[in-house]
């Protein structure tokens, strides 16, 4: 059975002044499974990953158009919440980026900002829950106060996903989080991902082929702005359709 | 093309598989020339130089290994050194059938043959046949040639029935002959186990070519 879309587009073109990076995508992301969107440098996997939450609305001169539905919202229109949405659809990023506080105000921080929990005693509870999520309660609970830039990179990315998490969101982007780390970190937070995604929708951006192998049930392959292939992963990288892609997975291109 | 080096590695593959796919032609021509003749030196020769033949698997296995390992292929080239693993494993068990029709030929000794061959060297005409023409599909990446060359393992097969009630009915004559009818029941045993791993070789180069799996060894006979 065909799992459940989380996220659909539709025609979605993107500009950058007059350069236009996405062009005519339409890809549906389905819910509570990890997609990844693989293609070279400057294909737009980016680009599409920050328009799930409009972080492209940061970036000067950017124009959108098409539809993006969440849970049946288009959320282009723009009456849409931003502040709810990018609780509802968290990202992580290529490096860690922790704030330079405490391991514990860096997870109050979100909370405070989108008023969640006031009484100390939730927050407390919210965070351990988020630090058990990314299995470093056990390691962290005595050092809550410590600065969190003394974490290492792992810890650093995992907290980041904590940060993530306590704000409870349905979707979370991530942006090539491991590019920072190295191998048996890599696979530590690739094995959280598996974990994670019975609970949330995941979608990652990786240059890491072998990565999106082990970790996604679903991979889109974008070249020049568009998307050429989506479909199950094991299809992708054992017989993909499009000789595009087969040429891109297999290095093979040029 | 930026993985010039793997692809030539994968090319060299294939250039030895070919090669193997020689020795044991080599072989099966040998030993039915050996049962043929009752030549008990060649036969000697066959099972001694089989020692070869499990060195080239062994030797293009662990290249497919290492390729694996160190390049993650995917795809096409994934299928490839999946296909090539499981075509040298078929041609490996082919010089083993070479070898036991040798291993017969020695078992049967010197007194004569129960009558000429007929079916036998037929038999061995058209599975050599399948087996070249499976090899060249998988150079080719023939998907078409190869589900043909499925199609054929039906006259091999009604082949060794026949052989198999001829004999038979020699033995049922006379039971003095027994014995040595029964070897060259063997032999086309053999003979037709050559052919169905012909198939396997067909079927492995459908995979690569198409990506899906297919079982073409279904008898209609």
């Known amino acids: ?254 | 093309m930026p993985r010039e080096g793997f692809h030539r590695r994968i090319k060299e593959l294939e250039h030895e598989v070919l090669e193997m796919g020689e020795m044991v032609f080599d072989a099966i021509h040998r030993s039915v020339e050996a049962l043929k003749n009752l030549d008990a030196e060649t036969a000697r020769q066959i099972i001694t130089n089989d020692a070869q033949v499990d060195r080239k698997r062994w030797q293009l296995e662990d290249r497919c290994v290492d390729l694996i390992a160190t390049q993650q292929p995917v795809a096409s080239d994934l299928r490839e050194i999946i296909a090539t693993l499981s075509i040298v494993r078929d041609l490996e068990r082919i010089g083993d059938y070479a070898e036991g029709i040798g291993k017969i030929v020695l078992m049967h000794g010197d007194e004569p043959l129960v009558k000429p061959l007929t079916h036998l060297p037929v038999m061995a005409e058209k599975a050599v046949g399948m087996l070249r023409r499976s090899l060249e599909a998988f150079v080719q990446r023939d998907a078409k040639a190869a589900r043909l060359i499925c199609d054929e393992d039906d006259a091999v097969d009604k082949l060794y029935d026949q052989a198999y009630h001829d004999l038979i009915g020699y033995m049922i004559k006379d039971p003095s002959v027994i014995t040595r009818a029964t070897y060259l029941i063997w032999a086309a045993h053999n003979i037709e186990r050559i052919a169905d791993r012909a198939t396997n070789i067909a079927e492995s180069v459908v995979y690569l070519v198409t990506g899906t799996p297919t079982e073409l060894n279904v008898s209609k006979y």
């Open chain 1, 1 to 254: 059975m065909e799992p459940q879309s989380k996220i659909e587009t539709t025609d979605l073109n993107l500009y950058y002044g007059s350069f236009q990076a996405l062009i005519d995508v339409n890809i549906r992301i389905p819910a509570r499974n990890v997609t990844a969107i693989i293609g070279p440098s400057g294909c737009g996997k980016s680009t599409l990953l920050r328009c799930f939450n409009r972080m492209n609305d940061l970036v000067e001169h950017t124009q959108v158009k098409g539809r993006i539905v969440i849970d049946g919202q288009n959320i282009l229109e723009p009456e849409t919440d931003l502040i709810a949405l990018r609780r509802k659809v968290g990202m992580v990023f290529q490096r860690p980026n922790v704030f330079s506080l405490s391991i514990y105000n860096n997870l109050k921080f979100g909370l405070r900002i989108h008023n969640l929990l006031s009484r100390n005693d939730q927050i407390m509870q919210t965070i351990r829950q988020g630090l058990e999520h990314v299995g470093l309660w056990d390691d962290l609970k005595d050092k809550l106060n410590a600065n969190a830039h003394t974490l290492t990179l792992e810890q650093q990315q995992r907290l980041c996903i904590a940060r993530v998490l306590i704000l409870r969101p349905d979707i979370i982007l991530l942006d090539e989080p491991c590019s920072a780390l190295d191998p048996i970190a890599t696979l530590r937070i690739e094995e959280l991902l598996r974990v994670l995604c019975q609970d949330y929708t995941l979608v990652i951006v990786t240059h890491n082929m072998q990565q999106a192998a082990r970790v996604s049930d679903f991979t889109g392959f974008m070249y020049l702005g568009r998307l050429i292939e989506f479909a199950d992963t094991q299809r992708i990288f054992t017989n993909p359709g499009e000789r595009l892609t087969e040429d891109y997975i297999r290095g093979s291109f040029g």
